[in-house]
């Protein structure tokens, strides 16, 4: 099959043929339609988590996809030959065709309503939204800021705290607040022009309930203490420093993409139904996939929302 193919860590992927992968017991064959990169595929191939999560080469990027049940393997006996699903894979799906866990709570039946693109934008950066708004509890009326709203998770946590009644602050350049406030945020700070800590300061003296973190770690992260009112919760999407260096008020969890059974199923039919938007910053053809890594990547190449590629013909 035709796949992306990375052969070493920081090498360029490029496109070749791999062989295709063999249904098992319990997984679907599924043909892909479309794929998102997130920061975690360019982290593998890069080195940068090599020894947390070590990769063999040939190596093939992507978990997030969505495409159509190809072979169904023994024992997956609620999936059939030709259900179209979205996911996160067990086998790379920067390829014509990936191997998903029948039993993975990161499975789910695609709505009709929602195309294959937008359906493979939402299982990696949806999960993880709804990991830390769980972690978070936002509740009715609380003011909740988030660091890096602009990208994959941001999109969602976004819209998530705000259904659950927050009052959102967020960060982004200038040119993103319109967006942002199509997503329901109340206040964006220009994280480019002005100095964070100093801003919410001034317009929040009391501080925040809750911080979602998805950009800092180290000094920078224990730093949002200083804009928390006592007794709130900060959530990270990265390692943090040891929990003791922040003030002894502040909740803080650093979370994992934890998939509850109906999750991905739910976000799914909020989108199909456009009570969650899926924003789509840029679509790349198939040959343009290691680019599409690349750009996620790069701080220059400004990303709003997931970057997502159409599969192989
Ligand atoms: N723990 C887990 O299970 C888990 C799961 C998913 C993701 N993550 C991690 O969470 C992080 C975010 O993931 P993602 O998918 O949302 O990434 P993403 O799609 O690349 O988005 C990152 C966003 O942050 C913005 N940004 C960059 N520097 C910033 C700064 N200094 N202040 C504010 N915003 C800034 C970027 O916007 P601009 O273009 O405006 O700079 C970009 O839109 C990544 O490090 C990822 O690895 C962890």
């Given at each position: 099959?035709?796949?992306?193919?990375?052969?070493?860590?920081?090498?360029?992927?490029?496109?070749?043929?791999?062989?295709?992968?063999?249904?098992?017991?319990?997984?679907?064959?599924?043909?892909?339609q479309?794929?998102?990169?997130?920061?975690?595929?360019?982290?593998?191939?890069?080195?940068?988590?090599?020894?947390?999560?070590?990769?063999?080469?040939p190596?093939?990027?992507?978990?997030?996809?969505?495409?159509?049940?190809?072979?169904?393997?023994?024992?997956?006996?609620?999936?059939?030959?030709?259900d179209?699903v979205?996911?996160?894979?067990?086998?790379?799906?920067?390829?014509?065709?990936?191997?998903?866990?029948a039993?993975?709570?990161?499975?789910?039946?695609?709505?009709?309503?929602?195309?294959f693109?937008?359906?493979a934008?939402?299982?990696?950066?949806?999960?993880?939204?709804?990991?830390?708004?769980?972690?978070?509890?936002?509740?009715?009326?609380?003011d909740v800021?988030?660091?890096?709203?602009?990208?994959?998770?941001?999109?969602?946590?976004?819209?998530?705290?705000?259904?659950?009644?927050?009052?959102?602050?967020a960060?982004?350049?200038?040119?993103?607040?319109?967006?942002?406030?199509?997503?329901?945020?109340?206040?964006?700070?220009?994280?480019?022009?002005?100095d964070?800590?100093?801003?919410?300061?001034?317009?929040?003296p009391?501080?925040?309930?809750?911080?979602?973190?998805?950009?800092?770690?180290?000094?920078?992260l224990?730093?949002?203490?200083?804009?928390?009112?006592?007794?709130?919760?900060?959530?990270?999407?990265?390692?943090?420093?040891?929990?003791?260096?922040?003030?002894?008020?502040?909740?803080?969890?650093?979370?994992?993409?934890?998939?509850?059974?109906?999750?991905?199923?739910?976000?799914?039919?909020?989108?199909?139904?456009?009570?969650?938007?899926?924003?789509?910053?840029?679509?790349?053809?198939?040959?343009?996939?290691?680019?599409?890594?690349?750009?996620l990547?790069?701080?220059?190449?400004?990303?709003?929302?997931?970057?997502?590629?159409?599969?192989?013909?």
């Amino acid at each position: 099959m035709k796949a992306l193919i990375v052969q070493g860590y920081g090498q360029d992927a490029s496109i070749g043929q791999i062989d295709m992968p063999h249904v098992r017991d319990g997984y679907l064959l599924v043909r892909m339609q479309a794929a998102a990169v997130n920061p975690w595929d360019y982290k593998l191939i890069s080195g940068m988590v090599k020894d947390l999560s070590p990769i063999t080469f040939p190596y093939v990027p992507g978990m997030d996809g969505a495409g159509v049940v190809l072979e169904v393997g023994a024992g997956a006996d609620e999936w059939n030959k030709g259900d179209a699903v979205l996911g996160m894979f067990a086998t790379g799906t920067l390829a014509q065709y990936a191997l998903i866990s029948a039993a993975d709570t990161r499975l789910a039946r695609k709505p009709d309503d929602l195309d294959f693109e937008h359906a493979a934008a939402v299982p990696e950066a949806g999960l993880t939204a709804k990991t830390i708004l769980r972690a978070a509890n936002v509740r009715d009326g609380q003011d909740v800021l988030i660091i890096g709203a602009t990208g994959g998770v941001g999109l969602y946590a976004t819209q998530l705290a705000k259904a659950q009644g927050a009052c959102v602050i967020a960060t982004g350049k200038s040119e993103d607040a319109d967006y942002l406030q199509r997503l329901g945020v109340t206040n964006v700070i220009d994280y480019a022009c002005v100095d964070l800590t100093t801003q919410m300061r001034k317009r929040y003296p009391s501080g925040v309930d809750v911080v979602i973190d998805l950009i800092n770690t180290g000094d920078a992260l224990i730093r949002d203490a200083d804009v928390m009112r006592r007794g709130g919760t900060l959530v990270s999407s990265l390692f943090g420093p040891d929990k003791r260096a922040y003030p002894n008020d502040i909740t803080v969890h650093y979370i994992q993409l934890q998939a509850q059974k109906g999750d991905l199923e739910g976000l799914a039919r909020r989108a199909a139904i456009g009570e969650l938007q899926v924003e789509i910053g840029r679509t790349y053809e198939f040959v343009d996939g290691a680019q599409a890594l690349a750009d996620l990547r790069d701080p220059a190449k400004h990303t709003r929302g997931k970057l997502i590629v159409r599969a192989a013909p």
